[in-house]
């Protein structure tokens, strides 16, 4: 199976490409990643290319769009939304891997009198997607993720009201991110499955940097990819 891994910044790209090289890859073996229109960076690694495509679910979206429109032939069978994120405590703790069984627009909507609405409640389209529930199960054994909603942001969650508040609209979150709603509907617009993996580098709620653990967040993606590598190769597609 060959997959689109896409990531929102370098270093996340270069933590998926070190899981997916192996512990030690020898620097005469790693090539150079390509740069594609619009100054994305790609890098390939066997049946796999790792994107960089930029912050947010509009940079994402537009990138992963790029990537799957010049892809050559045979196109990819998987799309992939990898990264660091927050984890919603206790349930996803700094250093833990959570894999999506729902991608959730979680702040695309409106705000009314009577709360939040969905886009999907206003009529105006989805904010779900549901990545393959056996593929995802695999990956969360594989990897010993938690297997739960990620929801996808444009501003990420810094005090305790909208961390209640979010707890409060997805009970069952694992995790945030910023990226994951914008690759997958890229993704459906190409008629492609999509995943999302996220290790966890800080907790959701009232921001605090110092708190934040990307160093660790960054091995344990890596450390996922290591053993996530095999499951994708092995995917056989949507049954």
């Not at 090289?21 to 790609?42: M, Q």
């Not at 990537?67 to 045979?74: D, E, F, G, R, V």
Request: hydrophobic share 50%; proline share 8%; glycine share 12%.
């Amino acid at each position: 199976m060959r997959a689109l891994i896409v990531t929102a910044v370098t270093a996340e790209a270069d933590s998926v490409v070190r899981g997916l090289s192996g512990p030690v890859p020898h620097p005469d073996h790693t090539p150079e990643p390509r740069t594609l229109p619009g100054g994305y960076l790609i890098h390939r690694r066997g049946a796999f290319d790792v994107l960089v495509a930029g912050v947010g679910p509009a940079a994402a979206a537009a990138g992963t769009a790029t990537a799957l429109a010049l892809a050559a032939t045979p196109g990819y069978g998987l799309v992939v939304s990898a990264g660091i994120g927050g984890g919603f405590a206790p349930a996803a703790p700094i250093g833990s891997l959570v894999v999506a069984d729902a991608i959730v627009a979680a702040d695309l909507g409106a705000e009314t009198p009577q709360g939040f609405l969905t886009v999907t409640e206003l009529g105006f389209g989805r904010s779900v997607h549901l990545p393959p529930a056996e593929l995802a199960a695999r990956a969360a054994e594989a990897t010993g993720a938690l297997l739960a909603p990620v929801l996808t942001v444009s501003t990420v969650t810094g005090t305790a009201a909208r961390t209640t508040a979010l707890a409060a609209r997805h009970p069952l979150a694992g995790a945030e991110a910023m990226e994951g709603f914008g690759v997958a509907e890229a993704a459906a617009a190409h008629g492609l499955p999509v995943l999302e993996v996220r290790a966890v580098s800080n907790a959701v709620g009232p921001r605090d940097r110092d708190a934040w653990r990307i160093g660790e967040a960054l091995t344990a993606l890596a450390d996922g990819f290591r053993a996530l590598g095999p499951v994708l190769a092995s995917w056989g597609g949507p049954s």
